[in-house]
């Protein structure tokens, strides 16, 4: 019996879903990494391991593509929720998940739909990222992960993201996700990210809510809801003055088993 494996994804944001209910599987960056690759492996932009701890909710340990942990996953924890209800693990409805950020609470909708509890978007300073030698004046923000939130009149579609966007290691000192933000119209937002760990996604969902907390204090306000296009489609997002909340798709699309041997190689 090999170990099992689902495929999902969230705005395009894909993962590998690995339960394993009991602690068990010897996860290391290798199996990651090759989990991950779209040539040798599955594909994905990272692994969900699905952990049932002593005490508490079911916990969600994500990892990058590149094999590094990370605290949070926005779109991940969404698929995460699916998954549990899906398997029967938890009933459909509300229910927490832990995550390294801390306990989420989500809502799972009858349309697939997935609303999530991201706590408090903090804005931490300010900052700048640089593309192809052009600066970007940006907003930090933590969502349980780091983020820089550029909001720019440049097309977002020009951006060369094929190369980690620079920034002040000093203000991100365990890297960061970086956003790139067009104003599309008052409470819509498009944004391409490139992430931590993984390099350009199609969503990125604390990105999503990063981006909407940095358009807002760019217009000094700290609350208020948008939506956001990303390369995979389209996610919700209100931010309150205590908790931000996101909603977007969350789908699994396939089930099976790795082969015993190849993961034993890795
Ligand atoms: N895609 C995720 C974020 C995953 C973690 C990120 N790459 C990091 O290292 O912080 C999301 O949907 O939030």
Excluded at 22 to 39: H, I, N, P
Excluded at 140 to 162: K, R, Y
Excluded at 213 to 224: C, E, I, N, P, Q
């Amino acid at each position: 019996m090999g170990v099992e494996f689902l495929k999902g994804h969230g705005t395009e944001n894909d993962f590998v879903v690995l339960p394993d209910p009991d602690g068990v599987l010897d996860l290391t960056e290798s199996r990651v990494r090759a989990l991950c690759d779209r040539q040798r492996g599955l594909g994905a932009d990272g692994v969900l391991r699905v952990v049932r701890p002593d005490f508490g909710p079911w916990f969600m340990d994500y990892r990058n593509a590149d094999g590094s942990i990370a605290e949070m996953c926005g779109n991940g924890v969404r698929v995460f929720a699916r998954y549990l209800v899906e398997a029967e693990l938890v009933p459909a409805g509300e229910f927490t998940i832990g995550t390294r950020a801390g306990e989420r609470h989500v809502i799972t909708h009858s349309d697939g739909t997935v609303t999530v509890d991201m706590g408090r978007a903090q804005v931490t300073g300010t900052g700048t990222a640089t593309v192809d030698g052009r600066a970007f004046s940006g907003v930090a923000v933590d969502v349980g992960n780091p983020h820089l939130g550029c909001v720019t009149d440049v097309p977002v579609a020009e951006l060369d993201l094929h190369v980690p966007p620079g920034h002040d290691p000093v203000l991100f000192p365990h890297g960061v996700n970086v956003e790139f933000v067009n104003v599309l119209g008052d409470g819509a937002l498009r944004m391409r990210v490139h992430e931590r760990g993984v390099g350009e996604t199609r969503s990125c969902g604390t990105g999503t809510v990063a981006a909407v907390a940095s358009w807002l204090y760019g217009t000094g306000r700290r609350v208020g809801k948008a939506t956001v296009d990303v390369l995979g489609g389209q996610v919700s997002v209100v931010i309150e003055e205590e908790t931000a909340t996101l909603t977007g798709p969350a789908v699994l699309l396939a089930r099976g088993e790795l082969d015993q041997a190849w993961w034993d190689a890795l």
